[in-house]
């Protein structure tokens, strides 16, 4: 499956954040709560733009479907 990778530069307080709450809600590794994290803000974002225009609506790509997908099974 075709992907793009893209690296981020966390501050240390938020990247600190974010392992907390990966451990704490069983996420796996900083890397894998992050595009949870990241997927949850792009289907919010998502209906927003839904709800204001159908015309202009962004889709959440095929990975990020099965990465939400298998997070709820």
């Known amino acids: 499956m075709p992907s ?3 690296t981020l530069d966390l501050p240390e307080e938020m990247g600190d954040d974010l392992t907390r709450i990966a451990e704490a809600f069983a996420l796996g ?3 894998e709560a ?3 994290g990241l997927s949850e803000w792009i ?3 998502k ?3 839904d709800d204001r225009d159908p ?3 962004y889709f959440i ?3 990020l ?6 997070k709820k099974d």
Request: glycine fraction near 0%.
């Open 4 to 6: 793009r990778r893209i």
């Open 65 to 70: 479907d099965q990465l939400a997908t298998r």
């Open 55 to 57: 015309d202009q609506r």
């Open 47 to 49: 209906s927003e733009l």
């Open 43 to 45: 289907a919010r974002r």
């Open 29 to 31: 590794n900083l890397n």
């Open 34 to 36: 992050a595009l949870i």
């Open 61 to 63: 790509n095929e990975a």
